[in-house]
């Protein structure tokens, strides 16, 4: 670390402060002919209160499953073969399912990376965004609707109340995420996972999602994990950033001295690879 030159302080963390989640050694395992291979090895990240924490790594480097594991959603045939998850107080990997689903939307909750196909087709962008409130206060779906409308405010939807009653077809790939995210805040989790979650976005409408996952830090001091392969976005909205490779952590850093000063050679060729850092609105690359 070089704290020597005052340029790698982790300005979140302080004197007992918890941090929001904290993964320990975790390894993740993939069963492929009924042979359990490694994928992600020894991973450790944290995320503290108020903080936007990136993950960056080439596709297939294991961010996605990390996050997967955190949340307790991995697919059938991966497995947490070492390690721990720790949500605030709640050591999560030693929790039943069901206190998984009350834990999954109340203090952790996912953005996907297709919203499109993370919506359900048949039913009002207002009642999804509003169902996690009805599951899980068990109220009556259509009495929370109007909660609904405000969170679609919340994240920049223009004329709420009657967006509320489109469909998801009717709305653009920029307003489908930002539905999804409005889902996500629905009951104020400490903490939002958004995987690569404007991929699917032109540069500008991107540049407004990242926007409003800043302002929504701001305003309600949600920690937020990034996880992107795009250099660019972690400049623009992240406070720490992780670099992943073949399912390990290589490197970790504030984004200032991550971007100034890396430390690891795989590091400095993603940061030769992101042609316009230094422009506002820099092109993501996109996949
Ligand atoms: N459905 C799958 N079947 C087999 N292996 C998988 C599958 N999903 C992921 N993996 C393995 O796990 C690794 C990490 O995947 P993932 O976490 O999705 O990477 P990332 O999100 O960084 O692109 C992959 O490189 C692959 O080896
Ligand atoms: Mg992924």
Redesign the pocket.
Known sequence: MSVETGQDIRVHEGAGRRPTLEIRDLNIE?S?RRVWTS??YDVSLKIMPGEIVGVI?E????????ALAALRLL?K??RVAKGSVQLGDVDVLAQSEVAMRDLRGNRMALIPQDAMQSLNPTMRVGLQVAEPISLHRGKPLRSVANVATRLLETVGIARPAERAKAFPHQFSGGMQQRAMIAMGLALAPDLLIADEPTTALDVTVQAQVLKLLRDIRDASGTSILF?THDLGVVAELCDWVYV?RY?RIVEQGSVTRIFTEPKEEYTRMLLAATPSLHSPLHGGKRS
């Open positions: 993939f492929r994928v992600v790594g596709s297939g480097s294991g961010k996605t499953l990390s697919p045939q991966a996880i992943m399912g």
